[in-house]
Structure formats: C-alpha cells, structure tokens
C-alpha cells in the first residue's frame, strides 16, 4: 500500500539464525504494528508502537523483539528463528488506535524457517 | 444469496447473488468494528466500518449489521462479482484508548461465474 513499505518481500533463514524484518512508512503516523497471519489464526498481534520508543506486546509476542527508533521505521526481530515462525507477517499503520477506518497495511513479508 | 455458519471458513456464491459473511465477536467492550478484504498475495484492505451506536451503515454494494445483544457482526455484499473473490476478516476494539484492533480468523469468499 501507499505509504507503507515492508522489506524483505520473501526470506528463507535457518533455524537458529537472527532475523530482521523492517517495516517504513511515509505517513508520520503515530501507531505501527506487527501481526503475523497463519493458516486457520488469521491475524495474530506480535507487538505494536504508539510513539517513538513506545512499545508494548501483544497476543503472539515470545521470540519476537520489536524497536522503534525513529517515527518511520519499525523493526521486528526474531532472535533465534524456529520452525514455528514461519509465518506471512504484516506490518500497519494508524493515525489513531484502532479508529478512523482502522489499518492501512503493507504487502506483507513471506518468512521460511528451515 | 447463501448464509453461513459463524463457524464456516468458506463461502462460494454465484456471480450476481448476495453475500453473507458472519462474525463473532467476543469482547462486550469493543466498541468499533471493520470488515476487511484480504486478495491473494496482498494485505488486508479496509472495507467498511461500524460502530457500536449503530446497527447498520451501508457502503458501496456493501452493508454492515451490528447485533450487540448477540455479539454479531454481518458483511452483506450485493451482486456479487468475481473481483469480490477474497478472505474476508472482521476486527474489533474499544474505540478510545491505546487498544489495537483484535482480528477474527476470516472467510474465504469464492464467486462463481
């Protein structure tokens, strides 16, 4: 989507290896999250930021680190990766939490642990 | 048009026919709900919002109904088009607050021509 960007689009990682997902936006808007979306899950919550160095967890975040050091960018990392991470993982931005017409989300980032 | 089941994660309905996309929602404090389609390979898009002062908003060729005492939420898109072939997700929150929007598990929309 305009406005949001996620990168990498697709990576393939060993077990045990450190990943970084990046998510930036151009939009200045205060919120961003990490949701991660699994066959018969839907949308689960890894973390979320309601401001620069502002973060807190949600449903699904063990194994998952998140920092926000600038308005734009919001990082996930999975320290160790397992086989249970292998997930699609979305990134969202909004202006307020949880109203006016809710998320706008990325593209998404196709994550394989081998 | 075809109802389904709260439970039933696909739909297939016939090119013209209504749809109806049904959701459970479990929080009695939420506030505010979206119905979002989710295209193969994208992320999801926001479709149409409601909230809990309303039982009803229309959109474009789509509707929302909102039973509270049930906790029930409703997508109903009229005549159906192939381009509405997607996963379907609601989503709540409480509206005020720092409280992140809580997504259902979605249901696969199927239109046949």
């Known amino acids: 989507d305009a406005g949001i960007t996620q990168s990498p689009r697709h990576k393939v990682t060993e077990t045990g290896t450190p990943v970084t997902l990046r998510c930036h936006q151009t939009?200045?808007?205060?919120?961003m999250y990490w949701y991660r979306q699994d066959p018969g899950h839907g949308l689960r919550l890894i973390h979320y930021?309601?401001?620069?160095?502002?973060?807190d967890k949600g449903e699904v975040s063990d194994g998952y680190s998140v920092s926000r050091s600038k308005t734009e960018d919001f990082l996930l990392t999975l320290e160790s990766a397992t086989s249970s991470q292998t997930s699609v993982y979305f990134c969202?931005?909004?202006?307020?939490?949880?109203?006016?017409?809710?998320?706008?989300f990325g593209s998404g980032t196709r994550l394989t642990v081998v | 048009g075809e109802s389904v089941g709260l439970h039933l994660p696909t739909l297939s309905v016939q090119e013209g026919d209504n749809s109806i996309i049904n959701c459970a929602y479990s929080?009695?404090?939420?506030?505010?709900f979206i119905w979002y389609k989710q295209e193969s390979g994208k992320g999801p898009q926001f479709i149409i919002d409601i909230r809990s002062n309303m039982d009803k908003r229309q959109g474009q060729r789509v509707t929302v109904l909102l039973n509270k005492t049930v906790k029930h939420l409703s997508l109903q898109i009229a005549a159906t088009q192939p381009g509405d072939s997607a996963v379907y997700f609601c989503?709540?929150?409480?509206?005020?607050?720092?409280?992140?929007?809580?997504f259902g598990k979605g249901t696969r929309l199927s239109v046949i021509a």
């Open positions: 989503a709540e929150t409480r509206g005020s607050g720092n409280t992140p929007l809580v």
């Open positions: 929080n009695s404090a939420s506030d505010y």
């Open positions: 939009e200045n808007h205060r919120y």
């Open positions: 969202a931005i909004s202006e307020s939490a949880g109203e006016l017409y809710g998320y706008t």
């Open positions: 930021s309601y401001g620069v160095k502002d973060t």
